[in-house]
C-alpha cells in the first residue's frame, strides 16, 4: 500500500487560516469515510484531531474542521495560533481492512 | 480514562526478534482494536498492524512476514513481535485505541512511545 500523498510544508501567519490537503485513490480515501487527521509536536504522540472526514473528538478545538472530495481529504486550521505548529498527519482505512497514513506536513506558523 | 504504555528493550541486534508489549489501564479492554505505529526518526508514521481483543489481526502488507500480534485479555496487554529486524527497523513504537469498532481505525488514545534501535 502506498502513501498517502501530503504537501511536506504549510506556512501561514497568526489569525490566518490554511488547509493541509490528503490525496490517496479510490482504494482508500475515496472508498471510505474513514480519513482521521493526526497533529504531532516534537518529541510526543500523535493527537487525534479529526476522524470520520469531519469528526472532532471532545476537546478539539472548533478551529479545525475537515472535508473530503473524491480521493482528496483537506484538513482547515482557522484563526493559526502559534500551538498549532506542528507535524500533521493524515491516514484512512484501505479496501484490504489496513491503515495507511500520509508522509506529514510541516506546519510553520510565521 | 485509558491508559496506554510500551515496554521493551531499547536495542536489538540485527537479524533478532523485536517484542514489545503495551500494558492498557484506566478503561475497558474488550470490545476494541488495538494498534501498533512505528516512527524512524526524523521520518513519517507508519502503521504495523491492529489487533481484536479476540485475537483477530490486520497486518501491513509491507511486515505481514514479520510480524505477530498477540493479545492477553486477562493483563489488559497486547504484544508486538517483529522478526529478522535491520537497521531500518529502528524507530520510536507506538501502540494505540482505536475509537470504537467501526471507525475506520481512528486512534484515539496512544502511548508515549517507545525508542527501539536495531545495532550490534
Known amino acids: ?110 | 480514562q485509558v491508559e496506554l504504555q510500551e515496554s521493551g528493550p531499547g536495542l536489538v541486534k540485527p537479524s533478532e526478534t523485536l517484542s514489545l508489549t503495551c500494558i492498557v489501564s484506566g478503561g475497558s479492554f474488550n470490545n476494541y482494536y488495538w494498534s501498533w505505529i512505528r516512527q524512524p526518526p526524523g521520518k513519517g508514521l507508519e502503521w504495523i498492524g491492529q489487533i481484536y481483543y479476540t485475537g483477530i489481526t490486520n497486518y501491513n502488507p509491507s511486515l505481514k512476514s514479520r510480524v505477530t500480534m498477540s493479545v492477553d485479555t486477562s493483563k489488559h496487554q497486547f504484544s508486538l513481535r517483529l522478526s529478522s529486524v535491520t537497521a531500518a527497523d529502528t524507530a520510536v513504537y507506538y501502540c494505540a485505541k482505536e475509537v470504537s469498532v467501526g471507525s475506520g481505525c481512528a486512534l484515539d488514545m496512544w502511548g508515549q512511545g517507545t525508542m527501539v534501535t536495531v545495532s550490534s
Not at chain 1, 482521521?36 to 479545525?64: C, D
Open chain 1, 1 to 110: 500500500q502506498s502513501a498517502l500523498t501530503q504537501p511536506a510544508s504549510v506556512s501561514g501567519s497568526p489569525g490566518q487560516s490554511i488547509t493541509i490537503s490528503c490525496t490517496g485513490t479510490s482504494s482508500d480515501v475515496g472508498g471510505y469515510n474513514y480519513v482521521s487527521w493526526y497533529q504531532q509536536h516534537p518529541g510526543k504522540a500523535p493527537k487525534l484531531m479529526i476522524y470520520e472526514v469531519t469528526n472532532r473528538p471532545s476537546g478539539v478545538s472548533n478551529r479545525f474542521s475537515a472535508s473530503k472530495s473524491g480521493n482528496t481529504a483537506s484538513l482547515t486550521i482557522s484563526g493559526l495560533q502559534a500551538e498549532d505548529e506542528a507535524d500533521y498527519y493524515c491516514s484512512s482505512y484501505t479496501r484490504i481492512n489496513t491503515l495507511v497514513f500520509g508522509g506529514g506536513t510541516k506546519l510553520t506558523v510565521l
